[in-house]
C-alpha cells in the first residue's frame, strides 16, 4: 500500500500524550495524504452522535483512534466509573461509526494492564483472556479490553479493518505530571525536579520499590505505527514495548540521576506495590521487524529536560 492510498487520516485525542509523539510521524511518513487531527474541543466524542458527526464532516478513510481516558493508578482507584464509562463510550461508538462511514482501516490502542493480573512474565498476547486484569486499574483496562472483541466482531461480520496496538509502561515527553493522575515515571521527575528547586533532603517513592516493569519510550512506540497502517491487517493484538526488566526501586534511581536530584528516597510501603511483575513478550512484535530500542537512560533524559523546560510554557498537565 502506498503512502497515496489513504488520502485522509484522521487522529482523535491529537493533543494528548502519544498524539504529540504520532503527528510528525505521519506528517513525514505520509507527505501526500491529509493528516486531520482532533481534540475534545472540535468533538466530544462522549455526546450522543458525536463521532457519526465527526466522521461525516472528516471524511477520512484511515482513522488512528487515540482519544481515551487515562492516568495512573491513583486516580484508577478513586474513579473506576468513569474510566469504565468514558473508554467503552468513545470506544465503541468510534469503531462503529468508522465501519458505518466506509472507513477502510482504524488503528486503536489499549493498555498493557487489560492483561490478567496473575499473567505470567514475559506476558504473550496468548494470555490476554486467561484471567482478571489487577484490580486497581480493572474499569479503564476492561473497558479497553473490548477493543479487541469489537474489532473481531466487526472484521467477522463486516470484513472491516481495524488494528489494536498494545503498548507497554509508555512514558516521555508530554505525558501527564499531575501527581493524582501521573504514572510513575512523570510523577518520580516531577517530584526530585521539584525537590531540587526547593532544596529537600529526600523525596517519597509509593511502595516498596520491589515491582518490576517494563517501559518503553514513547516516540518508540509511535515510530511503529506507520507500518500497522500500511503492512498489517488483523485483528490479533500486538505488543509494543522494549522487552527489558527493571526494579522501580533501579526505576527511582535513574530518574534521580537523569533530574539530577541528590536527595534520599523515603519508600512509602502503605501505597500499594501493584503487580510485582510485569514483562511484555515482544517476540510477535519482532516477527514483524519491529522493535523499541530508546535506552531508558536516554529517554528518561530526553522526558525530564522537556519537563524541567516547558513547565513555565502551559505545554505541561500539571
Known amino acids: 500500500?502506498?503512502?497515496?492510498?489513504?488520502?485522509?487520516?484522521?487522529?482523535?485525542?491529537?493533543?494528548?500524550?502519544?498524539?504529540?509523539?504520532?503527528?510528525?510521524?505521519?506528517?513525514?511518513?505520509?507527505?501526500?495524504?491529509?493528516?486531520?487531527?482532533?481534540?475534545?474541543?472540535?468533538?466530544?466524542?462522549?455526546?450522543?452522535?458525536?463521532p457519526a458527526a465527526l466522521l461525516a464532516r472528516t471524511?477520512?478513510?484511515?482513522?488512528?483512534?487515540?482519544?481515551?481516558?487515562?492516568?495512573?493508578?491513583?486516580?484508577?482507584?478513586?474513579?473506576?466509573?468513569?474510566?469504565?464509562?468514558?473508554?467503552?463510550?468513545?470506544?465503541?461508538?468510534m469503531l462503529h461509526e468508522s465501519q458505518r462511514a466506509g472507513v477502510r482501516k482504524l488503528v486503536t490502542f489499549m493498555g498493557g494492564c487489560s492483561y490478567p493480573h496473575d499473567a505470567v512474565s514475559p506476558i504473550g498476547e496468548d494470555q490476554m483472556w486467561n484471567?482478571?486484569?489487577?484490580?486497581?486499574?480493572?474499569?479503564?483496562?476492561?473497558?479497553?479490553?473490548?477493543?479487541?472483541?469489537?474489532?473481531?466482531?466487526?472484521?467477522?461480520?463486516h470484513g472491516f479493518n481495524s488494528v489494536v496496538l498494545v503498548p507497554g509502561n509508555v512514558y516521555g515527553e508530554w505525558d501527564n505530571f499531575n501527581l493524582e493522575q501521573a504514572h510513575v515515571i512523570p510523577a518520580l521527575v516531577r517530584k526530585y525536579i521539584e525537590a531540587a528547586d526547593r532544596?529537600?533532603?529526600?523525596?517519597?517513592?509509593?511502595?516498596?520499590?520491589?515491582?518490576?516493569?517494563?517501559?518503553?519510550?514513547?516516540?518508540?512506540?509511535?515510530?511503529?505505527?506507520?507500518?500497522?497502517?500500511r503492512h498489517y491487517d488483523s485483528s490479533e493484538p500486538v505488543n509494543i514495548s522494549a522487552g527489558r526488566r527493571i526494579?522501580?526501586?533501579?526505576?527511582?534511581?535513574?530518574?534521580?540521576?537523569?533530574?539530577?536530584?541528590?536527595?534520599?528516597i523515603v519508600w512509602d510501603t502503605t501505597q500499594p506495590d501493584g503487580q510485582m511483575d510485569k514483562i511484555f513478550d515482544v517476540s510477535r512484535l519482532h516477527s514483524l521487524g519491529l522493535s523499541c530500542d530508546t535506552p531508558l537512560s536516554v529517554g528518561l533524559k530526553r522526558t525530564a529536560d522537556w519537563f524541567r523546560a516547558a513547565r513555565g510554557t502551559g505545554d505541561v498537565r500539571l
Open 1 to 50: 500500500m502506498s503512502n497515496a492510498d489513504y488520502k485522509r487520516i484522521l487522529v482523535t485525542g491529537a493533543t494528548g500524550f502519544l498524539a504529540h509523539h504520532l503527528l510528525p510521524v505521519l506528517r513525514r511518513e505520509f507527505p501526500e495524504s491529509e493528516i486531520l487531527p482532533v481534540s475534545r474541543a472540535d468533538a466530544d466524542l462522549l455526546e450522543p452522535g458525536a
Open 59 to 93: 471524511k477520512p478513510d484511515c482513522v488512528i483512534h487515540m482519544a481515551a481516558k487515562s492516568g495512573g493508578i491513583l486516580t484508577n482507584r478513586l474513579h473506576p466509573a468513569d474510566f469504565f464509562y468514558e473508554n467503552l463510550c468513545m470506544n465503541l461508538h
Open 131 to 157: 484471567g482478571f486484569p489487577q484490580i486497581e486499574s480493572a474499569g479503564y483496562s476492561v473497558a479497553k479490553k473490548m477493543l479487541l472483541v469489537q474489532s473481531w466482531a466487526y472484521r467477522v461480520q
Open 199 to 229: 532544596g529537600d533532603a529526600s523525596v517519597r517513592a509509593f511502595g516498596t520499590g520491589k515491582p518490576t516493569r517494563d517501559f518503553v519510550y514513547a516516540g518508540d512506540v509511535m515510530a511503529t505505527v506507520p507500518w500497522f497502517i
Open 247 to 264: 526494579s522501580i526501586r533501579e526505576l527511582a534511581e535513574s530518574v534521580r540521576e537523569a533530574t539530577g536530584f541528590r536527595g534520599e
